[in-house]
């Protein structure tokens, strides 16, 4: 499969070359030339294939045969080790949780699949990959995770100091080996700046890589979880409505290629925090991106999604199709938290800020009796503990994974600026 950029000034490229170079050569995202829908006597026979069949047919167009078979099917094995329940919340939704994997956030699952396919790609090289990437939280935990231990590959990740939790620092600090942590004396900003400034800089001579969902090799595997759910939900005979509490939009976008490739998914809302760059787009057509605001769903802080371009290819840069089959909506920290507290006490379901504003989305739209909705589920309460905890007066019970990486000792090079950054890149 080739990919092209959207910049529309590089060459075509392979899933290989895609994967690890992160961006094109014009700065530009990757997208693939072709969607291939899949066959009508998947969809009907879905129940009986396992979540690793699945995955394999839904991924492998997009690898070709740069992967062999075999390999690829021992990748998903490697990336799907978890499974991704359907909880009812009330008569017409369901939270889907993508949250049980080792950092229990749905990030894990593009992380770990990613740091496998540069594993085999680069099992012959001599050159090791650096991995840099910027976190405000959740993408650093799964990224150090997914990585740890890759053979050829190391990983630097950037982090605001102070201004991750507790948890999401510890995750992404403690773990060592081919993983190092620097804590930036910034906001998330200032460390995302100094890793663009790093891609262009022409002196660092190490190879240098994304895990942003940038990266296809993140963003496509998190398709998969929208066929596991159509696989529980076929049988009630309803239109699915899918709302994704989204920030860069990297999950939004993988599901409307699932859509592409067949999935019989009726409509897309993309539920916001403040951030409202996109749901102002859907109104008048004008993208005006803008500083992300802080709130309490943080991972969705983002003030200029960078998936967003992805979408609009998507739907062939028409804003009335786009319009037809995606809903943007964005809602306050107190809307959220009222929703939290909604949620818990109709139900006795405790969601986290992400998942709320996911089915405020779900609300804000309505559904009809013929439909039903869905709401993704993207992190464990704990990874937020502090809003939710007060938020309902309860106490969350500590997973065990968790539990053992908070008695951990933390690591963490401090930084001040890009400069620092450079002279630990040249070492
Ligand atoms: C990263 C993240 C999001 C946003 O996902 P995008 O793909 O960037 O839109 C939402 N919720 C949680 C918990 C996250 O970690």
């Not at 749905?106 to 540069?118: E, Q, S």
């Not at 231990?149 to 100091?161: D, E, F, M, Q, R």
């Not at 906001?187 to 002196?203: G, H, I, P, R, Y």
């Not at 409307?256 to 102002?280: E, M």
Request: glycine fraction near 6%; aromatic fraction near 12%; proline fraction near 4%.
């Amino acid at each position: 499969m080739n990919y092209y950029s959207l910049n529309h000034n590089s060459p075509k490229t392979s899933f290989k070359n895609a994967v690890i170079s992160g961006i094109a050569p014009d700065r530009g995202l990757y997208f693939p030339e072709k969607i291939t829908p899949l066959s009508s006597d998947f969809f009907k026979n879905i129940e009986s294939y396992t979540h690793h069949e699945i995955a394999f047919e839904v991924i492998k167009q997009f690898v070709g045969d740069e992967i062999p078979e075999e390999k690829l099917k021992e990748i998903i094995s490697e990336t799907i080790f978890f499974d991704f329940p359907l909880v009812k919340i009330d008569e017409n939704s369901a939270s889907l949780e993508l949250f049980h994997g080792p950092t229990m956030a749905f990030k894990d699952v593009g992380a770990k699949f990613m740091a496998k396919c540069l594993e085999f790609f680069n099992q012959h090289n001599e050159e090791e990959l650096t991995v840099l990437v910027a976190t405000s939280g959740d993408t650093g935990g799964a990224v150090a995770n997914g990585f740890l231990g890759t053979k050829g590959v190391n990983v630097v990740i950037l982090y605001p100091s102070g201004k991750v939790s507790d948890i999401q620092e510890k995750q992404l600090t403690t773990l060592g080996q081919n993983i190092t942590a620097l804590e930036v004396d910034g906001v998330f900003d200032d460390c995302q700046e100094m890793v663009k400034t790093a891609f262009l800089d022409s002196e660092i001579t190490r190879k240098l890589t994304s895990a942003n969902s940038i990266n296809i090799a993140r963003w496509l595997p998190q398709m998969f979880y929208f066929f596991y759910a159509y696989k529980e939900l076929k049988r009630l005979k309803k239109d699915l409505i899918f709302s994704v509490p989204s920030g860069n939009f990297g999950n939004i976008c993988a599901g409307i290629v699932a859509q592409k490739l067949g999935l019989p998914i009726k409509h897309f809302i993309a539920a916001t925090n403040i951030n409202d760059t996109v749901p102002n787009y859907l109104i008048d057509g004008t993208y005006q991106p803008k500083p992300s605001k802080a709130t309490i769903s943080n991972a969705m802080d983002v003030g200029n999604p960078s998936n967003f371009i992805r979408i609009q290819e998507l739907y062939q840069n028409d804003f009335e199709t786009l319009k037809s089959n995606f809903s943007s909506y964005s809602f306050t920290d107190d809307e959220t938290r009222e929703t939290l507290k909604k949620i818990y006490s109709n139900s006795g379901y405790i969601a986290d800020p992400h998942g709320a504003v996911g089915y405020l989305g779900l609300k804000k739209r309505g559904l009809n009796s013929s439909e039903f909705g869905v709401f993704l589920e993207t992190a464990h309460p704990v990874k937020f503990l502090d809003v939710v905890e007060e938020t309902l007066s309860v106490k969350v019970e500590i997973p065990a994974q968790i539990q053992q990486i908070m008695d951990k000792e933390k690591v963490a090079t401090k930084i001040k600026s890009y400069q620092e950054l450079k002279d630990y890149l040249s070492k």
